[in-house]
């Protein structure tokens, strides 16, 4: 992740030249139904469950049940070159082991806004809103403490660029301008530095002075989002979603990953499974980690975040 992979330069080559390009182009015929107001609606929404019931199992075991809800929602426009993609996707899930208190196993909550004008066969004038959150509290194992929160964090992209779109399935979205912002409504975490936000000030004691930690972090530079829709086989789908950021003013060549993978298979009208992979690098997000492998969290630092979720249940399609 420290390698530069991509540079900043790129994008405002890419930017400039497609602009130029498409400003020059031929405009495409307009025919009279694609001037007509069209708004397409629909979703999905799936729910997964997983159950474990033992009674004098020698081998041991914890009686379990777990619930995963999966909704995804979208409103998209089109009227001659204008587009509007609109689109709502909520995760939440709980899990109960055996003489344990229900838990929260999953919780996102993500709203994308995309605004684009046609400028050639594939190339369109874009500007996107992106919003990623959750729904409630998350608690440490003990529930002494609330590790995040709804709008703590909120990851924030606004973006002005090019979307390449050479075909249904495939969609590139270059940005040279694009403003970072993460949110951390709660004071408290705000004070102990969470999620990349400026930590709170000391005393010459050196103890946290609560109420001066920074609630909103600010970057700004240039931002790659790449989405992917194909079904590989009849009824299996592989959706990806990959969101590249660097910051031009602070350390430009670590770039922050946000990449999401789901494998939809359609067994028939109602049922379904699914596997979802989600990996996030951010330089600024520090980890609880054990340098020394003592069993002991002795430090912080970036790493690799991973998220696998996997299930089979009840799907339904409507538009």
Request: charged share 20%; proline share 3%.
């Amino acid at each position: 992740m420290k390698r530069v992979f991509w540079c900043p330069l790129f994008l405002f080559v890419c930017f400039f030249y497609c602009g130029g390009f498409c400003a020059t182009a031929q405009d495409l015929p307009v025919d009279t139904v694609a001037n007509r107001n069209s708004w397409n609606f629909g979703g999905t929404g799936t729910v997964n469950f997983s159950q474990v019931g033992l009674s004098n199992w020698a081998a041991g075991g914890q009686n379990s049940m777990s619930v995963l809800g999966i909704l995804n929602l979208y409103g998209n426009y089109k009227k001659g070159k204008n587009t509007w993609n609109n689109t709502l996707d909520l995760t939440y899930g709980s899990v109960k082991l055996e003489e344990q208190r229900l838990r929260k196993s999953d919780d996102r909550l993500e709203l994308n806004l995309k605004y684009g004008r046609q400028a050639s066969s594939k190339w369109f004038y874009t500007g996107q809103l992106n919003t990623r959150t959750q729904v409630s509290p998350t608690y440490s194992p003990a529930r002494d403490s609330v590790l995040s929160n709804f709008m703590s964090p909120a990851f924030i992209l606004a973006s002005i660029g090019m979307d390449y779109k050479p075909n249904p399935k495939l969609s590139v979205f270059l940005s040279p301008f694009t403003g970072k912002f993460t949110a951390v409504l709660s004071q408290r975490m705000a004070d102990l530095g969470a999620f990349g936000v400026q930590a709170a000030d000391r005393d010459i004691e050196g103890n946290l002075i609560p109420g001066t930690g920074e609630r909103l972090r600010k970057e700004f530079g240039g931002f790659v989002n790449v989405r992917f829709r194909h079904e590989i086989f009849k009824n299996v789908t592989l959706q990806s979603k990959a969101d590249l950021f660097s910051n031009y003013l602070h350390n430009a060549k670590n770039i922050d990953v946000n990449w999401e993978n789901l494998l939809d298979l359609k067994v028939n009208k109602f049922l379904s499974a699914s596997l979802f992979l989600h990996m996030v690098y951010d330089d600024d997000i520090l980890i609880d980690v054990d340098r020394n492998g003592d069993g002991t969290v002795d430090g912080k630092g970036p790493r690799l975040q991973l998220k696998e979720t996997m299930g089979i249940g009840f799907s339904y399609k409507f538009e």
